[in-house]
């Protein structure tokens, strides 16, 4: 694999800072008393950090699949801290960063308790995710997954709304543990193929045999399948939404993908025979979690719940894309991943603000909001468009390659599968729409419809803190679904790349199914 050393580009390393600064910030307004010095650090650091993710994005080279700003330090034995960005990753860090500084400056917003230790948290989480999606060594990535737990679960147990959130937590904890455990017997069955080196060019020059490479696969899909999360392994999601904090770890949780990342940057591209020989069988777990997915979406009554379970339905669509094996599946799945994240991200925020103003998210607590609150009412419609795939907004390229590549790879009912996923993602989000914003949902007269009255004349707008989040991320929104090209040139030479080793791998897996041999 080519690499880019980072002092080609920057007299800095870049993506060292991008983890460290976090790191910093967090052990320095932990130690800080008044609010407002907190939030005024908190939002600089985490300013900061986006200035330094948008520099990556700046001087990242496109149309090539060589890895960039790379930092290379072995540590003992065949250990070595590598880090390193390419199209597969790049996108991840400013989506990150954007996602600190607005959950920051929602913090400020809905004035959180022990401010200090409550960002200090999320600059943890920030750091950890960070690192993740820089790793380019295997044992790496897995030390900054295990150490995103402590962050997360903290944050469930201590800042959550919910009478049950510490069984929430401990159930959060409890299975995503697991899920690093798993991921770890993989890496340790690899490990074992190249004598003990990680590193994504050993894993790369020496591929392990068909027999390793399926143990391997499913050690991985089964690990990754709790934080994706795929079905069946999802039951930690929804009472974690429902009962962690409305905005802060489940803005992280389903904005930063880290499972679907593991698949795209260590999976697929290390283990090809096994993603072909067991893709489908992926992608047919991927069909049925989204409309599991969208169906128990359609009943909810909780927009934190509707998020959770939309989550895993278009989890499902990624999955598709992925299976595809080509490159308008690869690209798809990724640009899913991406607006995932940034939409279910921005829903989130509206069950803050819609939390802040009612003491709840469910539908029986609203009624009418559009005329109370506009820009709320439009924000909620604009993202819920987007992770439906409206065209003009950016979730439509993204599931327009997915059905293309799912076609070209000759899975015609995946691609209906997908196209029926979206529809039911309108169907259960203009629902909530409808009854939360749109419809009184009491008769006149009775007292459902004054509690409503009375809580309905309290409700205002979006503030202006409110709007800049609404706006920043209603901007990205529109403004990658009506510029995309640029989107797709970043990512396309590491995704062609992953193709063609994909490819490569098709005649090897025709062998081994018809028992002639094994790579």
């Known amino acids: 694999m080519n690499e880019i050393p980072y002092s080609s580009a920057l007299p800095f390393p870049v993506l060292s800072a991008l983890i460290l600064v976090p790191l910093l910030a967090a052990a320095f307004v932990r130690s800080l008393k008044q609010a407002r010095h907190v939030y005024a650090i908190g939002l600089g650091v985490a300013a900061l950090e986006l200035v330094l993710a948008v520099m990556v994005v700046a001087r990242f080279e496109r149309h090539t699949s060589a890895l960039q700003l790379v930092e290379r330090v072995p540590l003992f034995g065949h250990f070595a801290y590598h880090v390193g960005v ?58 900054f997954a295990a150490l995103e737990l402590v962050p997360g679960t903290l944050l469930v147990r201590s800042w ?32 074992r193929v190249t004598g003990g080196r990680f590193s994504l060019d050993a894993l790369f020059d020496m591929p392990a045999p068909a027999r390793a490479q399926s143990l391997a696969f499913w050690l991985f899909v089964l690990g990754f399948a709790v934080r994706i999360p795929l079905f069946p392994f999802h039951g930690w999601l929804p009472p974690v939404m429902a009962e962690g904090p409305v905005v802060g770890v489940s803005v992280f949780l389903v904005g930063a993908k880290l499972g679907v990342y593991g698949l795209l940057r260590f999976v697929v591209p290390i283990l090809p025979v096994a993603a072909h020989r067991h893709g489908s069988i992926l992608a047919i777990l991927g069909v049925v979690g989204m409309l599991y997915g969208a169906l128990l979406a359609l009943v909810q009554t909780n927009l934190r719940r509707l998020v959770a379970f939309a989550c895993l339905a278009h989890t499902g669509a990624v999955l598709v894309g992925l299976s595809a094996l080509n490159v308008e599946g690869l690209s798809g799945a990724l640009l899913v991943t991406l607006n995932v994240g940034l939409s279910a991200a921005g829903l989130y925020f509206v069950a803050g603000f819609l939390h802040r103003r009612l003491g709840s998210t469910e539908i029986d607590r609203a009624a009418r909001l559009s005329h109370r609150a506009p820009l709320l009412s439009f924000t909620f419609l604009l993202v819920g468009l987007s992770t439906i795939g409206m065209p003009g907004t950016s979730g439509f390229e993204a599931e327009h390659l997915v059905v293309v590549g799912a076609l070209g790879a ?63 991320v209603g901007a990205i929104i529109v403004g990658l679904g009506l510029f995309s090209h640029p989107l797709l040139e970043l990512v396309d030479g590491s995704v062609r790349a992953m193709s063609t080793r994909l490819e490569h791998a098709k005649p090897q897996t025709s062998l081994v199914m018809h028992g002639e041999g094994a790579p």
């Open 86 to 143: 390419d199209g597969i990753s790049v996108l991840f860090l400013p989506l990150t960063a954007l996602l600190a500084l607005l959950v920051i400056l929602h913090a400020q917003v809905a004035s959180k308790e022990r401010p200090g230790h409550y960002l200090a948290a999320i600059f943890c989480l920030q750091s950890t995710l960070m690192g993740a999606f820089v790793a380019l060594d295997l044992l790496l990535f897995w030390a």
């Open 160 to 191: 959550g709304t919910g009478p049950g959130r510490h069984a929430a937590a401990r159930r959060y904890a409890a299975l995503n543990a697991m899920g690093v455990l798993l991921v770890l017997a993989g890496a340790i069955v690899l490990g």
């Open 410 to 472: 000759r899975h015609g009912i995946m691609a209906i599968a997908v196209g029926l996923g979206s529809l039911l993602g309108a169907a259960y989000l203009l629902r909530y729409f409808q009854r939360a914003f749109l419809a009184s949902a009491a008769s006149p007269g009775s007292p459902a419809a004054e509690a409503k009255s009375t809580r309905g004349k309290a409700v205002r707008d979006l503030n202006p803190r409110e709007l800049v989040i609404a706006g920043a």
